[in-house]
């Protein structure tokens, strides 16, 4: 395996029959695994081996599928390219002198490569999205509260969600289907029948645009590379010529979106996060001294650069005297940017606009300079905000041949809708 | 550069907070970006005031005493156990 897209290689059967029962499925190593080890990443998980399944481990069992393995992936889901991970890199099977995005990295390049035929990411600020465009595959990031949580090692719960990564469309909403519904361990699951709608999103991949109406958020092309924005209008183009039309619309709030979702996500991160300590799983400390001696020294041996920076950002953003001026105000900014979807989403079926603002970077290009890799983000990260369903489609080549990704954006529980319109490009 | 004052002894002070020892060489690079982040988060300044109406639901059960982990394999990921309990330093 040369692309390093596995962390842990190990087969675990599902059922003999099932919607799943011919499919191989590969699991972002944060989703527990009973029996089988779940990393995320980490140095401080490297051989912990989780007691129980997640619900989707236990939903794609009883649907027949096979888990071929678990995926590697940024640090605790944190970063954007998936070099953080302690077990080294994942190339891009496209380019393989390039990052495959992240944080589900592994997910999308053995999809990519055809070493799984789904994969299941998680995606907290694009980290199902984002890979899934740097790889030339479709990725989904369903509504908050759709696919349960539960089994998820958590690094910002209210912002993430588990959803699918596959080579087509149909084939995505084929694996949303096993995954969604309610679960009663996780109180933050909803019932999409509670919400005008249903669980048929395969046969929703029909491809029947006409008549589709795609609002464009100007300030998600500001910015962006150019050969990702012409790569954007052909999709847009190909769109139109199959009978949908599309309108610019204004989102204010989105220039805040990155810095509102960093705060928020690094706050959740450092409450998460405390219960790495080396005493019920992880690293030991071998300090002789106290708890907090021994605490400090087991998370300065565990946790990569970027997952302290991140927990450290956190733990600053929620002190005293700090709390108001950061995490109350991108609290604030998170309302504000669901207003805004909300009343552009009034006006049009879904909002389309580059999955990422940039074809796939070169490895070891971004790890030195953390902001420019968070900015990076700054088309996926409005969604989280807004707890909305959004999906990545391939929208064509640059004239490099990298892949560029066409997100679109629907309402709450619109999954049908974002898979209907996705599924007449791929 | 930033206008965010942020010097070594903050870094510190913040990393005592979370239980993260740093070497120097981390302190000197984080004193250096957390300036650089968090004058870019600043700009959450200019964000106003949201009257949002949280959309929450009370989520019941009826609480009832179910099967759970047993304490074999609760404890099996502990680096340290003794007579059936985690077992962590010195809390003094």
């Not at chain 1, 001696?293 to 600053?316: D, P, W």
């Not at chain 2, 740093?22 to 600043?42: C, G, M, N, P």
């Not at chain 2, 949280?54 to 759970?68: I, K, S, T, W």
Request: charged share 25%; proline share 6%; net charge negative.
């Amino acid at each position: 395996m040369s692309l390093d897209a596995f962390i842990t290689e190990e087969t675990i059967e599902g059922a003999d029959d099932g919607p799943l029962a011919d499919r191989t499925v590969a699991v972002k190593d944060n989703i527990s695994t009973e029996g089988v080890r779940t990393t995320c990443g980490s140095a401080m998980l490297d051989d912990y081996v989780p007691p129980y399944d997640a619900t989707v481990v236990e939903r794609l069992k009883t649907a027949g599928a096979t888990v071929v393995g678990k995926t590697n992936m940024d640090e605790f889901g944190m970063g954007t390219t998936t070099e953080t991970s302690a077990f080294g890199p994942t190339k891009n099977p496209v380019d393989e002198s390039r990052v495959p995005g992240g944080s589900s990295g592994g997910s999308a390049a053995a999809v990519a490569a055809g070493e799984a035929d789904l994969a299941l990411g998680s995606d907290t600020g694009g980290s199902i999205r984002c890979p899934a465009a740097f790889c030339g595959v479709v990725g989904i990031k369903p509504t908050y509260g759709l696919v349960s949580r539960y089994g998820l090692v958590a690094y910002a719960n209210s912002l993430e969600q588990i959803g699918p990564i596959a080579p087509s469309v149909e084939e995505a909403a084929e694996l949303l289907e096993v995954l969604a519904g309610p679960d009663e361990r996780d109180g933050t699951t909803r019932d999409a029948t509670d919400h005008g709608t249903d669980y048929d999103y395969a046969a929703a991949a029909d491809g029947d645009v006409d008549g589709l109406s795609i609002g464009v958020p100007t300030e998600l092309l500001d910015g962006a590379d150019e050969a990702v924005v012409e790569t954007f209008w052909d999709a847009i183009d190909e769109l139109e010529s199959q009978g949908a039309s599309y309108h610019e619309v204004t989102l204010p709030s989105v220039e805040h979106a990155v810095e509102a979702y960093y705060v928020i996500a690094m706050s959740e991160a450092s409450s998460n996060l405390a219960r790495f300590d080396g005493v019920r799983y992880g690293e030991s400390g071998d300090a002789d001294g106290n708890w907090n001696e021994s605490f400090a020294s087991a998370r300065e041996e565990g946790f990569g650069e970027e997952v302290k920076r991140r927990v450290l950002l956190g733990t600053y953003a929620l002190s005293a005297g700090y709390h108001d001026k950061y995490y109350k105000k991108a609290q604030d900014a998170r309302a504000w940017v669901k207003q805004d979807f909300d009343e552009a989403l009034s006006e049009a079926d879904v909002l389309a606009s580059p999955t990422m603002p940039v074809p796939p970077m070169k490895r070891g290009e971004s790890l030195d300079d953390p902001l420019t890799m968070y900015l990076a983000d700054a088309n996926t990260t409005p969604v989280n905000l807004a707890n909305l369903p959004a999906i990545s489609v391939p929208a064509g080549d640059t004239d490099d041949g990298l892949p560029v990704g066409l997100q679109l954006v629907g309402p709450a529980f619109g999954e049908k809708t974002i898979i209907r319109a996705g599924s007449a490009l791929a | 550069m930033s206008e965010t004052p942020v010097d070594p002894d903050e870094v510190r002070h913040v990393a005592d907070l979370a239980r993260i020892d740093l070497d120097e060489d981390e302190v000197d690079r984080f004193t250096v970006q957390f300036a650089d982040i968090l004058s870019y988060f600043d700009a959450l300044d200019d964000v106003p005031e949201v009257e949002a109406e949280a959309d929450l639901v009370n989520v019941m059960r009826p609480d009832e005493v179910r099967e759970g982990l047993s304490q074999e394999e609760a404890l099996r990921n502990a680096p340290e156990t003794e007579d059936g309990y985690f077992k962590g330093p010195s809390v003094s």
